[in-house]
């Protein structure tokens, strides 16, 4: 577990930006059970693919004519209850830290794990997000 005087910067980074942060497990399953329509839901980390690559993508994406309904966030190594929660919905694809997930009413529908962040530009990672966000919200 990381100290929340390390991580709360980093959460903020999404919050800031209208994310909800999930700390439970009881409330992943909230948000995946209520759902309607799509959401965004961000395994955040401390990671520096998080901090120069999936952050700042999440963020220029949401700059685009369309996205989510909704913006959730778990951050992995904080968490834990809630991240592992989180990836339950995320399968078949292994945990990842940082990873996005696109969601429709409750099911995936994108999702780019930490081999697509690690090494690409902040640009490249929002433009995939943006095509998915024309494609599914």
């Given amino acids: 577990m990381y100290p929340e005087e390390l991580v709360a910067p980093m959460k903020s980074e999404l919050t800031d930006v209208g994310f909800d942060e999930l700390t439970s497990a009881e409330q992943v399953d909230g948000l995946m059970n209520n759902m309607k329509g799509t959401a965004l839901l961000?395994?955040?980390?401390?990671?520096?693919?998080?901090?120069?690559?999936?952050?700042?993508?999440?963020?220029?994406?949401?700059?685009?004519?369309?996205?989510?309904?909704?913006?959730?966030?778990?951050?992995?190594?904080?968490?834990?209850?809630?991240?592992?929660?989180?990836?339950?919905?995320f399968l078949p694809y292994p945990p990842s830290s940082p990873s996005?997930?696109?969601?429709?009413?409750?099911?995936l529908v994108h999702f780019?794990?930490?081999?697509?962040?690690?090494?690409?530009?902040?640009?490249?990672?929002?433009?995939n997000l943006t095509a998915a966000f024309d494609e599914y919200c």
Avoid: W
Avoid at 57 to 68: I, N, S, W
Avoid at 100 to 107: F, R, T, V
């Fill in 42 to 89: 961000m395994v955040n980390s401390v990671c520096g693919c998080a901090a120069a690559n999936a952050r700042p993508a999440v963020r220029m994406a949401l700059a685009h004519d369309k996205k989510p309904d909704g913006l959730a966030t778990v951050f992995a190594g904080v968490d834990a209850d809630a991240t592992a929660q989180a990836r339950k919905y």
């Fill in 112 to 127: 780019i794990e930490r081999h697509h962040i690690e090494g690409r530009p902040a640009e490249m990672i929002a433009e």
């Fill in 100 to 107: 996005i997930a696109l969601l429709k009413d409750g099911k």
